[in-house]
């Protein structure tokens, strides 16, 4: 499975910015997709996930701001992020697991894609 992101951007506080992420290969593996973040000097973080059901979790942090969304039918997953802080400035990942499981930890998902710098201006 290759994953190919991009949308990165330089926005204003409280702008707005959206993440695409394009899955190709053997995508029968990409039952769960999800987005990451990776500030300088701190862990990669879950930041948003989606099944192929349609069923999706988000960290707290991006609740009410940030919409994952899947287009199973263009191998395709977007994250639509709104109301964007400083501090959400970070390199952005997507990557993608062929099971469904109950956890967010990075080290169970097998695919990423390059990642892609979302940076917001104070």
């Known amino acids: 499975v290759q994953l190919q992101a991009s949308g990165r951007g330089l926005v204003q506080a409280g702008g707005s910015l959206r993440l695409s992420c394009a899955a190709s290969g053997r995508t029968s593996s990409t039952y769960q997709m999800a987005w990451f973040r990776q500030a300088p000097g701190k862990e990669r973080e879950f930041v948003a996930l989606?099944?192929?059901?349609?069923?999706?979790d988000y960290a707290d942090f991006v609740k009410g701001r940030f919409t994952i969304s899947r287009d199973s039918t263009k191998n395709m997953v977007y994250l639509q992020m709104n109301s964007l802080k400083p501090e959400d400035t970070a390199v952005y990942y997507c990557?993608?697991?062929?099971?469904?499981?109950?956890?967010?930890?990075?080290?169970?998902?097998?695919?990423w894609g390059q990642g892609t710098q979302v940076t917001v201006s104070s």
């Open positions: 989606v099944s192929w059901s349609g069923g999706t």
């Open positions: 990557a993608a697991r062929g099971v469904g499981l109950p956890t967010t930890r990075h080290s169970t998902f097998s695919y």
